[in-house]
Nanobody, 127 residues
Framework: QAQLVESGGGLVQAGDSLRLSCAAS????????MGWFRQAPGKEREFVAV????????YYADSVKGRFTISRDNAKNTVYLQMNSLKPEDTAVYYC????????????????????WGQGTQVTVSS
């Protein structure tokens, strides 16, 4: 069993930056791909970014590419999402998730391949 706890959300203005953190426990963190997803009101949960177990590979949704950066610190069992140049359309609850299988990134943009989820942190961007 893994436990994930997000932090760092808040209310900001368009163009501002935020850094989300997700602290993990319960499984060997360095063995698992970690992802960030988000869900806006009335919309389905969508993929934002993913980082593989070593941090050597990252992938982003087109909507955030060039503005968001995912990173991880395996010594601290934490994954981060640095969000720059925020837009009102980035407003959502952001969730971190841990991949089902160790040392794998197959279907990394599909929520169903992640077995563990945090409680979410609200990000609101005003115009």
């Amino acid at each position: 069993q893994a436990q994930l706890v997000e932090s760092g959300g808040g209310l900001v203005q368009a163009g501002d930056s935020l850094r989300l953190s997700c602290a993990a426990s319960g499984r060997t963190f360095s063995m698992y791909t970690m992802g960030w997803f988000r869900q806006a009101p009335g919309k389905e949960r969508e993929f934002v970014a993913v980082i593989n177990w070593s941090g050597g590979n990252t992938y982003y949704a087109d909507s955030v590419k060039g503005r968001f950066t995912i990173s991880r610190d395996n010594a601290k069992n934490t994954v981060y999402l640095q969000m720059n140049s925020l837009k009102p359309e980035d407003t959502a609850v952001y969730y971190c998730a841990q991949y089902r299988s160790a040392y794998s990134t197959y279907d990394h943009d599909f929520a169903g391949t992640y077995d563990y989820w945090g409680q979410g942190t609200q990000v609101t961007v005003s115009s």
